[in-house]
């Protein structure tokens, strides 16, 4: 398996407050993507960076923003974490869309308040 | 961006051939049509990939007709083990910031003993 790992993997947190996640991988791929699952909708693409400090959004990016300082790391930030914000967030990595494949990491399950 | 129309649920049984379609109209001349298999909480996982006819590895066969408007997963003898949700994407990736597949909502398969 690709050597990408999600933190947390579970949190609960309340209505109003900050949270931040983080996508590490050890694969060095310049591609990096932050998805949200939920039922009926399948995976959304929330923001995806194609290298250090370059980033762009997705399909579904209203309440994060991301950052990526370095080429191991992707986070993703909820500024003031709404209900609607409950999902399951996964990052993927790939070297270079859309031939190489996209890999995904285990997923972390925030629930919001 | 090219979308996808694939069935929302299947049925099959232990060592059947499982055919999946998924249709893709506006599929532009640069496109790739890749699938991906989904555990539950689990991150997606990639299947298969290809450009135009068939294209076959250890785990599936993708079949894509002349006019690449529609393509076709095929699971040869599925078990148990295969019951999941299958994605089909398309995507370009002619954007150098990054190539925005869209998953949607992916056929869920069930395999029954």
């Known amino acids: 398996d690709a050597g990408i790992t999600q933190s947390p993997r579970h949190k609960v947190t309340e209505t109003g407050t900050p949270v931040t996640l983080r996508c590490h991988q050890t694969?060095?791929?310049?591609?990096m993507y932050w998805y949200r699952q939920d039922p009926g909708h399948g995976l959304r693409l929330i923001h995806y960076?194609?290298?250090?400090?370059?980033?762009d959004k997705g399909e579904v990016s209203d309440g994060y923003s991301v950052s990526r300082s370095k080429t191991e790391d992707f986070l993703l930030t909820l500024e003031s974490a709404t209900s609607s914000q409950t999902s399951v967030y996964f990052c993927?990595?790939?070297?270079?869309?859309?031939?190489?494949?996209?890999?995904f990491g285990p997923g972390t399950r925030l629930t919001v308040l | 961006l090219a979308k996808t129309t694939q069935p929302i649920s299947m049925d099959s049984y232990e060592g059947q051939e499982v055919n999946i379609t998924c249709s893709h109209n506006?599929?532009?001349?640069?496109?790739?049509i890749t699938w991906y298999q989904q555990f539950p909480s689990q991150g997606p996982r990639f299947i298969i990939q290809?450009?135009?006819t068939k294209v076959t590895n250890e785990v599936a066969s993708l079949f894509i007709p002349a006019d690449r408007k529609s393509s076709t997963l095929s699971l040869p003898r599925v078990s148990l083990s295969d019951t999941a949700v299958y994605y089909c994407?398309?995507?370009?990736?002619?954007?150098?910031?990054?190539?925005?597949?869209?998953f949607g909502g992916g056929t869920r398969l069930m395999v029954k003993p």
């Open positions: 994407l398309v995507g370009d990736g002619k954007n150098n910031a990054g190539n925005m597949l869209t």
């Open positions: 506006n599929i532009a001349t640069n496109d790739y």
């Open positions: 694969e060095n791929h310049r591609y």
């Open positions: 993927a990595i790939s070297e270079s869309p859309p031939r190489d494949t996209q890999y």
């Open positions: 960076s194609y290298g250090v400090k370059d980033t």
């Open positions: 290809g450009y135009k």
